[in-house]
C-alpha cells in the first residue's frame, strides 16, 4: 500500500531546519562569507598598476548590502557605503564586490592592507601583504656581433635576458637614431639589405635603472654581375642608337655610369637611347655597374656613323652692279644636308655670314670682290662657284662698260666719252685719249702721258681700263 506524505508539515520541517542552521551561523560563525581565496601576499614591480580584489556576501541576510573599508597601514584609504552588486543573476548568494585599485606602484604603496567587512549581524577583516618583486636594474652584456648576406634571411635583436621581472620600457636607436621609443625586447629585421648595416641599441629601463644592449649588424653581398650590351653595328646618320640593358634583381640598387671616349656620358640609368644620330655620336661605349662590395665592366662597343659629304651648291652671279644695288648670293641647302655649316669667304678671307643667305643692301665701291661659299658636315666639305663682284659709279662724265670680263680690244667700241666713239684699229685708238686703269674700280691711275694711238695690252689678270679726255689748259 502506498506512503501519504503530508507536504505541508515537511516544508514546515525544512524552513525550521534553515532557521536553526542560520542561527547557528549566527551565533556561533562569521554571517560574511568570502568568495574564492584572495591572495593574502600579493608581489608587483615597482609602476605596475594593481587591484586587491573581495567578492562576498551575508549568509545570513542573503542580498543585503555590504560595507567594505579599506586600510593601509593603519589608515584608511578607502570606504565604501555598500559593495557593488557582484552578480544581480546570483539568486542564491547574491554576492557583493570590493575592489582597491593601486596606479603606478611604488614603494610608498608598500605596506599591510586590511579590509573591514560589516554586514547587519556581524564583520570580518580580511588582511593583504603588498610588497616589491624586485629592485634591480635591467643588465647589459658584451656588445653581439652579426655577419649575414642579403639573401632574403632575418635577423633578431633579443634583450629578454636583460630585463628583470616587471616593468620596463625599451628605446631601439640605429647608429643613434631613434627607431621607437616603444618597443619590445625583439627588433627583428627582415630581409636585410646592406643599408641596414650599423650599429644597433636596445635601451632598457625601469624604476631602479638603465641599461643600453648593443648590436653590431654587417650586411655583405657580391659585386655586380657581368653584363653585355648589343653592338648596333654601323649607323647611318639619322638612325637610332640603343645600347640598353637590365639589371638582374640582385643588382637591383647598383649604379650605372656610362662612359664614352673614357669620359662620363651623362646617361645615370641602364638605358642608354639617342634618337637621330650624328657624326658626333660615333665613338667607344661602355657602362660601369657599382655596388657597395665592387664593381663590373660592360663590354665595350664601338659605334660608327657613317653619312656623306655635302652636296655642290652654284651662286647666281648677277653681273656689274653699281653703288646702291642690291647684292643677293643666297642659295637654300639640300635635304641632305639639313646640318651642314656655311662659311663665305671673300678675297680669300672669313666673310662675316653663317647662313645661306648673304645679302648685301646698297652696295658700294668696298663690297666688290671674289666670294665663294664652303659648305661642311661631318664627313667632308664642299665649294660653291666663285663670283667676281663688281662695283661701278653711274651718271658721271666718265661712262665706264656696261658688262664685266674681259675684253678684246674691238670690244673698245663699247667705249664712249661723251658721244665719241672710239673705233679700235689692231688694238690702236684713232683719237687722242688718256688711259687710266685700277685695280678695284675705285682707284684710278694713267697709264702714260697724252698720246694718239695706244695699244691696250691684255692678260689674264683682271684689269679695268676707262678712256677719259684729256685736261685742257
Do not use: C
Amino acid at each position: 500500500m502506498g506512503i501519504k506524505v503530508n507536504v505541508y508539515k515537511v516544508m514546515k520541517i525544512f524552513i525550521s531546519l534553515l532557521l536553526y542552521l542560520g542561527l547557528q551561523v549566527s551565533l556561533f560563525g562569521n554571517v560574511i562569507e568570502v568568495i574564492g581565496s584572495p591572495n593574502t601576499d600579493t608581489y608587483a614591480n615597482y609602476g605596475d598598476n594593481i587591484t586587491l580584489r573581495v567578492v562576498a556576501y551575508d549568509s545570513h541576510n542573503v542580498g543585503q548590502p555590504l560595507h567594505f573599508t579599506w586600510q593601509r597601514n593603519g589608515l584608511v584609504v578607502a570606504s565604501y557605503s555598500d559593495g557593488n552588486l557582484s552578480d544581480p543573476n546570483n539568486s542564491i548568494f547574491k554576492p557583493y564586490v570590493s575592489n582597491l585599485s593601486i596606479s603606478n606602484f611604488s614603494p610608498h604603496h608598500e605596506g599591510t592592507y586590511t579590509v573591514d567587512i560589516q554586514a547587519l549581524e556581524g564583520s570580518r577583516t580580511l588582511t593583504f601583504s603588498l610588497s616589491n618583486i624586485t629592485s634591480d636594474p635591467p643588465s647589459s652584456n658584451s656588445a653581439e656581433y652579426y655577419n649575414v648576406f642579403d639573401s632574403g634571411s632575418s635577423v633578431t635583436f633579443d634583450v629578454q635576458n636583460n630585463i628583470p621581472q616587471g616593468s620596463f620600457n625599451i628605446s631601439w636607436y640605429k647608429d643613434g637614431n631613434l627607431i621607437t621609443d616603444a618597443g619590445s625586447y625583439q627588433f627583428r629585421i627582415e630581409n636585410p639589405r646592406v643599408s641596414d648595416t650599423g650599429t644597433y641599441k636596445a635601451e632598457i629601463s625601469n624604476s631602479f635603472g638603465l641599461a643600453s644592449q648593443i648590436f653590431v649588424l654587417d650586411v655583405v653581398s657580391n659585386p655586380p654581375q657581368n653584363y653585355d650590351i648589343s653592338d648596333s653595328g654601323i649607323l647611318q646618320i639619322g638612325n637610332r642608337l640603343d645600347l640598353s640593358f637590365n639589371l638582374y634583381p640582385e643588382d637591383a640598387n647598383a649604379v650605372v655610369t656610362w662612359y664614352k671616349d673614357g669620359q662620363i656620358f651623362p646617361v645615370n640609368s641602364t638605358q642608354l637611347v639617342i634618337e637621330n644620330v650624328n657624326a658626333s655620336n660615333a665613338g667607344n661605349y661602355y657602362a660601369v655597374i657599382t655596388n657597395e662590395f665592387g664593381q663590373s665592366n660592360t663590354n665595350t662597343v664601338s659605334v660608327v656613323v657613317v653619312g656623306d659629304p655635302p652636296q655642290n651648291y652654284y651662286l647666281n652671279d648677277q653681273g656689274i652692279l653699281q653703288v646702291g644695288d642690291r647684292l643677293d648670293l643666297s642659295f637654300d641647302l639640300y635635304n641632305e644636308d639639313p646640318n651642314a655649316v656655311v662659311t663665305w669667304y671673300k678675297n680669300g678671307q672669313i666673310f662675316p655670314v653663317n647662313s645661306t643667305q648673304l645679302v648685301i643692301e646698297n652696295v658700294n665701291a668696298s663690297n666688290a670682290g671674289n666670294y665663294y661659299a664652303v659648305i661642311t658636315n661631318e664627313f667632308g666639305q664642299s665649294n660653291t662657284n666663285t663670283i667676281d663682284v663688281v662695283v661701278i659709279q653711274s651718271g658721271n662724265e666718265r661712262d665706264s662698260f656696261n658688262d664685266l670680263g674681259y675684253y678684246t680690244p674691238e670690244q673698245f667700241e663699247k667705249l664712249r666719252i661723251g658721244s665719241t666713239i672710239i673705233t679700235p684699229l689692231d688694238g690702236v685708238g684713232t683719237l687722242s685719249i688718256q688711259i687710266e686703269k685700277s685695280t678695284d674700280l675705285n682707284t684710278w691711275t694713267s697709264s702714260g702721258d697724252d698720246i694718239l694711238t695706244h695699244q691696250i695690252p691684255l692678260s689674264s689678270d683682271k684689269q679695268f681700263f676707262r678712256l677719259t679726255l684729256p685736261t685742257t689748259e
